[in-house]
């Protein structure tokens, strides 16, 4: 991400929820946010920790098994790879 400030709509399409639930979080304290005018900015360091706590568990496990599956598949590649 190269922009440093979002919209709240902007936060909302990057999360995957709805700006509704941008302003809750944001209400809640989960995002900070800096009000300008009527609107509310988020700051990009804000929404990548929060991008986590929007992954369901479901989701989750199936990114957990992504990895899983890659390094038993390519573990010897990545390992190589890593060295250079």
């Known amino acids: 991400m ?10 909302a399409k990057i999360l995957g929820i709805s ?8 209400k809640s304290g989960e995002i900070k946010a800096k009000k300008t005018g009527r609107n ?3 700051e990009s360091n804000e929404i990548l920790p929060s991008l986590g706590s929007v992954l369901g568990p479901q989701k989750k496990h199936q990114i957990e098994q992504s ?3 890659t390094v038993r598949e390519y573990g010897e590649t990545l390992r190589l790879l890593g060295k250079e």
């Open 40 to 42: 509310f900015v988020i």
């Open 67 to 69: 990895v899983k599956k």
């Open 2 to 11: 190269n922009k440093r400030l979002f919209s709240t709509s902007e936060a």
């Open 19 to 26: 700006r509704i639930a941008v302003f809750k979080k944001i």
